[in-house]
């Protein structure tokens, strides 16, 4: 009840929102800034096709293969090799670097709300061709028509004006440019979530309803989230540690099994003839 209480103000007060995700992601990068075999957050991707072969991955980053299928469900929906990548809400960076080292762009910033985030990230990686600086994804601090990509990994649900988001994407993307996107909704949201994608300017490309894909991964990876919040927080805190990282049985795991939440995957792309 207090919770969504707060919630009802968090979301009508737009400066309020931003600076508490930025406080929150602020606090888990400096907490837990030495910690380096956690590099992604997100809920992950399980693919439900029989007969195709798993994602291949080297030993190190076998781990945290879910989330990273995520990156590389959405990252794939159109080539990123040899283009100007920007990823938006870049985290731990984690993401940022499978998409770096397996997918061959030629250059990726990745950029974020959360200073001590972005420390953390430039410190674990060390790639020529990959780069994190702080950023707000409502205020880019890019130039018009600088990347040929942008990626977008549940985040977006932490802004206060997705509009905003959607009008700096076009800006910055070249004419022809791909917007690689997924997040997660409640379903009373996703109209709302519609009609911005509709207005933005960006052409609709693909479109994946991927909840049952998010459901199975976060199902088996479940004993690994469950094992990394007691890592890294002690009892009584490890609950809440559970229902940050989704393991089975939490708030959001439940909402996507029943229903009362999607994740979708997009792709967009800014019309070739688009200036802004
Ligand atoms: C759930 S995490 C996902 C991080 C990463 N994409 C991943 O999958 O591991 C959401 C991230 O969005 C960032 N974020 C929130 N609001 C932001 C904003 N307005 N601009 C840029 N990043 C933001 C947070 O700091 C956090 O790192």
């Known amino acids: 009840m207090i919770a969504d209480a707060f919630l009802w103000v968090l979301n009508r ?17 400096s907490r837990f800034g030495d910690i380096s075999w956690w590099t992604l957050m997100n809920y992950g991707y399980a693919d439900l096709q029989v007969g195709v072969p798993p994602l291949e991955l080297l030993p190190a980053d076998e781990a945290e293969r879910y989330p990273i299928a995520l990156y590389h469900h959405v990252a794939t929906l159109a080539p990123v090799a040899g283009h100007d990548v920007l990823e938006v809400g870049s985290g731990r960076g984690g993401g940022a670097s499978y998409v770096a080292r397996y997918l061959k762009p030629a250059r990726l910033v990745g950029i974020d709300l959360s200073v001590k985030a972005v420390a953390f990230s430039n410190r674990q990686y060390r790639l020529d061709s990959l780069h994190f600086q702080e950023g707000d994804a409502e205020s880019l601090p890019f130039s018009d028509a600088s990347f040929d990509s942008v990626i977008n990994v549940e985040s977006s649900f932490c ?6 988001f959607f009008a700096e994407v076009k800006r910055v993307l070249r004419p022809g440019g791909h917007f690689h996107y997924t997040d997660l909704r409640l379903t009373h949201e996703i109209a709302d979530w519609h009609t911005a994608i509709a207005e933005s300017g960006l052409e609709a490309i693909i479109e994946h309803d991927i909840t049952a894909n998010v459901v199975e991964a976060l199902h088996r990876d479940s004993a690994r989230r469950r094992a990394g919040g007691r890592r890294i927080v002690s009892r009584p805190f490890s609950a809440i540690a559970d229902v940050f990282t989704g393991v089975e049985g939490t708030r959001i795991p439940s909402l996507l099994a029943s229903g009362e939440m999607v994740y979708y995957s997009f792709l967009l792309r800014k019309p070739s003839g688009a200036t802004g």
Do not use: C, K, N
């Open 159 to 164: 802004y206060p004006s997705i509009g905003r």
């Open 13 to 29: 007060t737009p400066s309020l929102r931003r600076a508490m995700w930025r406080t929150f992601f602020d606090f888990l990068a």
